[in-house]
């Protein structure tokens, strides 16, 4: 779709959450910013614990007091040691810390006997041990999780660099539909698409501003395309998708000027999915069987709203056997929910735990792991056959630039 990303602003961390960096983050600190304490004890010079055990222990005077965010009163001279605390930045003339448990002070307090004896570098932490100031961190196309938030905390940024979400519309389509919560016959279906969709879209990082329902009527459905296409980035209708005598929702887009760049695919499910522009909307026409509508926005709506924020998603695929034998229509590629990757003791390559397939079921795709993939051109899938399957976990992003 050519259609610039939205200019990306800084949001404070917390509204950034789950949204992806426009551009690169490199440290702007040292982590940690300076040398210090990663126990309660004692800073000491490490040469002057040399040979020190509990029963002839080290001696050495107490100078000092250093407490995290405190600076050191002074530099440590030959035969002397600062109390110090996790955290706390090492005086000067200290080269390592002994934790408390292996010291103890003198009953006047104006020494402290240690009964170990230590290296330089012993339970410190190294300024810039963990990142070096300038380093790169991030990429652009990062999403900004909590990991990524906390670190970005540490380095002192307030704000991330991110895009805005997209502003997305659902408008499920059917007059067979009634909202849940009202009564319904048993011909009548209670309308699940919306939630279903305005769902995935979120999750996809969309923040979703209407949530319409039209009948199979085309002055109905041309009004509420008309009313929502404008305010959106995205438009995404569910039902009247294919090529029943009220399935209109392509014919009334067509009339009112959209140009498509899909109409049908070979998928299953999800052949009827469609994607148009019109004006400036991004619109994806989903099937109205709700496990169709689940895939065909997976495969059509998902990267468009991911897009809009400036990033392509590539999913790890990894090669599992089918847990069972499929046959399948050979023109089309297939989609089949993996409820599980089982490792068994036969092999390398796991197994992919295949869920029935309904395209106008629901339950398939509750906590499903990821799609295995049948290409098309064949009909038959022997059980233990290997095929890829797509995994929803840990995908990529990589930053796009804009069509
Ligand atoms: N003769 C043909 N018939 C069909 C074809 C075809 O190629 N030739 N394609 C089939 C395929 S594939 C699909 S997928 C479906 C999709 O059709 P539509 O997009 O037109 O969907 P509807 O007919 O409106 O509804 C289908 C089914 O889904 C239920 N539905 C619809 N919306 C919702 C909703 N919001 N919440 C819950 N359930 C919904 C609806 O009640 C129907 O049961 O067409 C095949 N037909
Ligand atoms: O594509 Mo339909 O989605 O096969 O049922």
């Given at each position: 779709?050519?259609?610039?990303?939205?200019?990306?602003?800084?949001?404070?961390?917390?509204?950034?959450?789950?949204?992806?960096?426009?551009?690169?983050?490199?440290?702007?600190?040292?982590?940690p910013g300076c040398d210090n304490s990663a126990m309660d004890g004692w800073a000491v010079r490490a040469e002057e614990t040399r040979g020190a055990l509990r029963d002839r222990p080290a001696r050495l005077r107490i100078v000092d007091t250093v407490y995290a965010g405190h600076l050191p009163r002074r530099a440590l001279q030959p035969g002397e040691a600062a109390r110090i605390f996790t955290g706390a930045p090492l005086p000067t003339g200290a080269d390592a810390v002994v934790r408390q448990e292996a010291a103890r002070p003198t009953d006047?307090?104006?020494?402290?006997?240690?009964?170990?004896?230590?290296?330089?570098?012993?339970?410190?932490?190294?300024?810039?041990?963990?990142?070096?100031?300038?380093?790169?961190?991030?990429?652009?196309?990062?999403r900004v999780d909590a990991t990524v938030l906390g670190v970005l905390a540490s380095l002192g940024e307030a704000t991330a660099l991110v895009r805005p979400a997209p502003r997305v519309a659902v408008l499920a389509t059917g007059d067979e539909l009634v909202p849940p919560g009202q009564p319904a016959e048993p011909h009548q279906v209670f309308e699940s698409n919306r939630i279903l969709v305005a769902a995935l879209a979120r999750e996809a990082g969309a923040d979703v501003t209407w949530l319409d329902r039209s009948r199979d009527d085309e002055a109905e459905l041309h009004a509420h395309?008309?009313?929502?296409?404008?305010?959106?980035?995205?438009?995404?209708?569910?039902?009247?998708?294919?090529?029943?005598?009220?399935?209109?929702?392509?014919?009334?887009?067509?009339?009112?000027?959209?140009?498509?760049?899909?109409?049908?695919?070979?998928?299953?499910?999800g052949k009827p999915v469609a994607v148009a522009r019109l004006g400036h909307t991004a619109v994806v026409v989903l099937p109205g069987n709700p496990g169709a509508a689940t895939v065909a926005f997976d495969q059509f709506a998902r990267p468009l709203i991911l897009k809009h924020q400036g990033v392509?998603?590539?999913?790890?695929?990894?090669?599992?056997?089918?847990?069972e034998a499929r046959h399948k229509q050979a023109?089309?590629?297939?989609?089949?929910?993996?409820?599980?990757?089982?490792?068994?003791?036969?092999?390398?390559?796991?197994?992919?735990?295949?869920?029935?397939?309904?395209?106008?079921?629901?339950?398939?795709?509750?906590?499903?792991?990821?799609?295995?993939?049948?290409?098309?051109?064949?009909?038959?899938?022997?059980?233990?056959?290997p095929v890829d399957v797509q995994l929803f976990a840990l995908p990529d992003f990589q930053a796009v630039e804009a069509a």
């Open positions: 779709m050519a259609r610039a990303h939205a200019a990306p602003s800084h949001l404070p961390l917390l509204e950034a959450h789950g949204r992806f960096l426009a551009a690169r983050v490199d440290a702007a600190r040292a982590l006047d307090g104006t020494h402290v006997e240690l009964f170990i004896s230590v290296l330089p570098g012993h339970d410190l932490r190294r300024a810039g041990e963990e990142v070096m100031p300038g380093a790169p961190l991030f990429p652009a196309g990062q395309l008309e009313r929502l296409a404008p305010q959106v980035d995205v438009l995404i209708t569910t039902g009247g998708a294919s090529v029943g005598d009220r399935d209109c929702v392509k014919r009334v887009l067509t009339r009112m000027g959209a140009r498509f760049l899909v109409d049908g695919v070979a998928l299953k499910p392509l998603e590539q999913r790890r695929v990894v090669r599992a056997r089918l847990s023109g089309l590629t297939y989609l089949v929910t993996v409820a599980a990757l089982d490792v068994r003791d036969d092999g390398a390559t796991p197994w992919a735990r295949l869920r029935p397939q309904g395209a106008g079921q629901i339950l398939q795709n509750v906590a499903a792991q990821g799609w295995a993939v049948l290409p098309s051109g064949r009909a038959d899938f022997a059980q233990g056959e």
